[in-house]
């Protein structure tokens, strides 16, 4: 659902900071990115269950720190291995970048539909402190990319702005309290 408002931002900015040319192949990667963020979400969501086949369950302070742990641990593994070995292709068409987009939500929502749903208890109210904190991270996480794509080219660039930084920030936070 977040797609086009990543991908507008993303986009935006990089036509801002390297020109339209620079974005517009950039954005031959997008669907690219959204695939790769598929990758993290589904590895997370297998990391953070790593520890209950480990027989970690004792305290639950602890335990959902492992949660967390080993599911970010996964999921950016298995990021950064998609980005690596897709980046060995070339992708010369938006078309074929948005077919394989659509086969991979498929094998994606086949593998989702599968896994359990847990039950979560309903969440505080986030104090304008965290939700500041928040911003600035995720501000300067957009930051630090566009200064990535600037010496990495804009593959890279357009496929690491894709990355769901702030959701990885918001599990962290919530998890740890």
């Given at each position: 659902?977040?797609?086009?408002?990543?991908?507008?931002?993303?986009?935006?900015?990089m036509?801002?900071?390297?020109?339209?040319?620079?974005?517009?192949?950039?954005?031959?990667?997008?669907?690219?990115?959204?695939?790769?963020?598929?990758?993290?979400?589904?590895?997370?969501?297998v990391?953070?269950?790593?520890?209950?086949?480990?027989?970690?369950?004792?305290?639950?302070?602890?335990?959902?720190?492992?949660?967390?742990?080993?599911?970010?641990?996964?999921?950016?593994?298995g990021?950064?291995?998609?980005?690596?070995?897709?980046?060995?292709?070339?992708?010369?068409?938006?078309?074929?970048?948005?077919?394989?987009?659509?086969?991979?939500?498929?094998?994606?929502?086949?593998?989702?539909?599968?896994?359990?749903?847990?039950?979560?208890?309903r969440?505080?109210?986030?104090?304008?402190?965290?939700?500041?904190?928040?911003?600035?991270?995720?501000g300067?996480?957009?930051?630090?990319?566009?200064?990535?794509?600037?010496?990495?080219?804009?593959?890279?660039?357009?496929?690491?702005?894709?990355?769901?930084?702030?959701?990885?920030?918001?599990?962290?936070?919530?998890?740890?309290?």
């Open positions: 659902m977040s797609l086009p408002v990543i991908t507008f931002l993303s986009l935006l900015f036509a801002v900071s390297q020109g339209v040319g620079f974005s517009s192949q950039a954005a031959i990667w997008n669907p690219i990115g959204a695939i790769a963020d598929l990758v993290y979400m589904a590895l997370f969501a990391g953070i269950n790593l520890p209950g086949y480990l027989g970690v369950n004792k305290n639950a302070r602890t335990r959902k720190i492992k949660e967390v742990f080993f599911g970010l641990l996964l999921g950016f593994t990021y950064i291995l998609f980005i690596l070995i897709s980046g060995q292709f070339t992708v010369l068409s938006g078309w074929v970048s948005l077919a394989a987009l659509w086969i991979a939500c498929i094998i994606f929502y086949l593998i989702f539909q599968k896994m359990q749903v847990q039950k979560t208890a969440l505080k109210i986030v104090p304008a402190g965290d939700i500041l904190l928040r911003g600035l991270f995720g300067s996480v957009v930051v630090a990319i566009v200064i990535l794509g600037d010496s990495a080219g804009y593959m890279w660039q357009d496929v690491t702005l894709k990355f769901p930084s702030w959701k990885k920030l918001n599990i962290l936070i919530i998890s740890c309290r």
